[in-house]
């Protein structure tokens, strides 16, 4: 495919095209994205607050991206803001639900409150529902990374009675490394009116959203839109409140100059994924089926994740007595592109938090995640040489 980030890579022309199987961390730009990206440059240039005609054809594109976003995801036009990451959506409806909720109960300062989480967040979600609260709970997850309604729910009764009414309870809708989905549906039911906040990054486009929630996020990239576009849903009745210094008497989440072609692009991306999702899961599920089974023949794996539940196109295994940047390296001079470590950590060497809190193997891990162009001969070619590799690398420390 011309233009795609991996392919680029190609030295010897004898040699077979490399294989990026890093999706989860972007899936290459989508041909919708790609087509629609220069036209709406050129005609998206302005100000879309502006009243001159350029400024009045930016929004108009601009309304058009909320409209297909909002349509692909089920939700109404204005529930749906866009924003310049998933980081920043996940960070502005965290904060944003926490400070409405707590400055009605009283809560100390005027952004506090607690949060109730799970132990297997995104970094971005832990760091803002820290970020000037008056605490968090993390609630622990079970083997295959999935958290208890039942727990999350006693960990709200119990923060009532020991802190207050919690603020906030945040659950991701699926793990960013291990690919399992989370009960959100049901850990609405259990929580009753306490404000939910999805981190829904991994999954937005790939799955149907779950119901109960107050806000929500998602981040372009992931589905094949443009990087630098994220997308925040606000429900109708959420109770929410703008974070952060704004510069006019009424809060907006999309302030400053924004990214109009690229939230149209990301909103061409998003509907055709969610035109080809049955397709396209049904493709991949059986490739990632085929990635575990083969997997699990080589000796000394841990293969991690709920095997059914579980984003279509990922999975995360672990190696005993491998190291997982000299496996990754590895690969990746034999031509394939893949992920090790932590999906979230500023540094992805360290060992993954999220596998840590599962309680299965942390080190030697590798996380596959499929384009939506990725083909069995790509899989099958990756599935050859990896059991070769890990013999000799544990061989080179005298395994």
Not at 185 to 198: K, Q
Request: aromatic share 4%; net charge negative; hydrophobic share 45%.
């Amino acid at each position: 495919m011309p233009g795609h980030p991996y392919r680029c890579r190609v030295t010897n022309p004898g040699a077979p095209e490399p294989v990026y199987l890093d999706a989860a961390s972007a899936e290459p730009l989508h041909p919708a994205a790609r087509e629609v990206l220069l036209a709406a440059y050129e005609r998206g240039y302005a100000d879309p607050r502006r009243l001159h005609g350029p400024g009045r054809d930016a929004r108009l594109l601009l309304d058009n991206a909320r409209e297909v976003v909002a349509q692909s995801l089920g939700l109404g036009r204005d529930e749906v803001y866009f924003t310049s990451s998933g980081s920043e959506a996940v960070q502005l409806g965290v904060i944003g639900l926490r400070r409405a909720t707590a400055g009605r109960a009283g809560a100390r300062g005027d952004q506090g409150g607690v949060t109730v989480t799970t132990a297997v967040e995104h970094q971005s979600v832990h760091e803002s529902a820290a970020w000037r609260s008056d605490g968090t709970v993390a609630v622990e997850v079970d083997r295959l990374g999935r958290v208890d309604p039942a727990a999350v729910a006693e960990a709200v009764a119990a923060t009532a009675v020991e802190r207050g009414q919690a603020a906030l309870v945040a659950v991701q809708h699926a793990n960013h490394e291990v690919g399992t989905v989370q009960p959100v549906d049901a850990v609405a039911a259990a929580i009753g009116d306490v404000p939910l906040f999805v981190d829904a990054c991994a999954s937005m486009g790939r799955l149907r959203l779950p119901e109960g929630w107050s806000a929500l996020a998602g981040s372009a990239r992931k589905w094949g839109g443009p990087g630098g576009v994220g997308v925040l849903a606000l429900r109708r009745h959420a109770t929410w409140t703008y974070p952060y210094a704004a510069d006019d008497a009424v809060a907006r989440v999309e302030r400053g100059f924004g990214n109009v072609a690229g939230a149209l692009a990301a909103a061409a991306a998003l509907q055709a994924v969610v035109a080809e999702r049955d397709r396209t899961n049904a493709r991949q599920r059986e490739l990632v089926d085929l990635i575990r089974a083969r997997v699990a023949e080589i000796p000394d794996v841990e293969v991690v994740g709920d095997p059914e539940d579980r984003l279509p196109h990922l999975v995360t295994f672990s190696f005993l007595y491998v190291d997982g940047e000299a496996l990754v390296t590895e690969l990746d001079r034999l031509g394939f592109g893949l992920a090790s470590g932590s999906a979230c950590a500023a540094d992805t060497r360290e060992p993954s938090r999220v596998l840590g809190a599962m309680g299965v193997l942390t080190h030697g891990n590798l996380r596959i995640s499929l384009t939506h162009e990725t083909k069995r001969e790509d899989v099958e070619r990756f599935l050859g040489v990896l059991p070769g590799l890990v013999a000799k690398l544990r061989a080179e420390v005298g395994l």
